[in-house]
């Protein structure tokens, strides 16, 4: 089992920053790709980032390309989100998730492990 606990979460104004971060414990050496999604209310939980073990292989949404950089640190076994730029349709509550094979996924049913979540809110 891998556990997933995400902060960082926040209140910000339009154009602000927040660093989101997601720290694993357990059998991290399931955390092949780590990736963070984010679920606004009534909406379905939607992919944000994604990144590989090695870091070689990251994959954004277009809705946050550009603003958003996701990179790791295997050492701490530690996932970051840099959100910059932001806007009020980035306000979610954002999940990190882990998953054993080592293909990047978009689909949330495809990972294996999941945060309880961080809240995202930008005013405008």
């Known amino acids: 089992q891998v556990q997933l606990v995400e902060s960082g979460g926040g209140l910000v104004q339009a154009g602000g920053s927040l660093r989101l971060s997601c720290a694993a414990s357990?059998?991290?050496?399931?955390?092949?790709?780590m990736g963070w999604f984010r679920q606004a209310p009534g909406v379905e939980r939607e992919f944000v980032s994604a990144?590989?073990?090695?870091?070689?292989?990251?994959y954004y949404a277009d809705s946050v390309k550009g603003r958003f950089t996701i990179s790791r640190d295997n050492a701490k076994n530690t996932v970051y989100l840099q959100m910059n730029s932001l806007k009020p349709e980035d306000t979610a509550t954002y999940y990190c998730?882990?998953?054993?094979?080592?293909?990047?996924?978009?689909?949330?049913?495809?990972?294996?492990?999941w945060g309880q979540g961080t809240q995202v809110t930008v005013s405008s």
């Open positions: 998730a882990a998953k054993d094979l080592a293909y990047i996924a978009k689909t949330p049913l495809e990972y294996d492990y």
């Open positions: 357990g059998r991290t050496f399931s955390m092949n790709v």
């Open positions: 990144i590989s073990w090695s870091g070689g292989r990251i």
